[in-house]
């Protein structure tokens, strides 16, 4: 009995999130179920076709994007990733003295000159 105590103690104090669950898929699924039934159903043939920007489509929507497109989101995720490790060191700038100082020159250098090679090998170019 003791085992069951100690469920039900565990169950209580988990009890709110499960109900927080439970009321946010209810909620959706609600939602989903009542704009289906309280939709308009007027199924022409103008409002099946493609949109394209207001003209009729002249080609297939699915064709391949250049890889450069590619690479300029990766340089972008990764100097991104750059700014966001500078944020926690400003904070902690005077705690971590000249030796954090040092090693986020290094950090930084690093990122210059991938990005000085990015440039040369014209990665950031948009042909």
Do not use: H, N
């Not at 690479?71 to 990733?81: G, H, Y």
């Not at 902690?92 to 991938?114: H, N, P, R, W």
Request: with cysteine; glycine share 6%; charged share 15%.
């Amino acid at each position: 009995m003791v085992g069951l105590d100690l469920l039900a103690e565990y169950l209580s104090k988990y009890s709110p999130i499960l109900i927080f669950i439970v009321l946010a898929l209810g909620f959706g699924l609600v939602t989903l179920a009542l704009s289906y039934l309280v939709q308009p159903k007027y199924p022409e043939a103008e409002k099946l076709t493609t949109y394209e920007c207001g003209s009729e489509p002249f080609s297939d929507s699915r064709m391949p994007f250049p890889i450069r497109y590619y690479v300029i989101a990766m340089l972008f995720v990764i100097f991104d990733i750059e700014v966001i490790f500078l944020y926690p060191w400003a904070i902690t700038f005077y705690d971590l003295g000249i030796i954090g100082l040092i090693e986020m020159l290094i950090f930084i250098g690093l990122f210059v000159v991938a990005y000085v090679y990015a440039w040369q090998k014209g990665a950031l170019e948009w042909d």
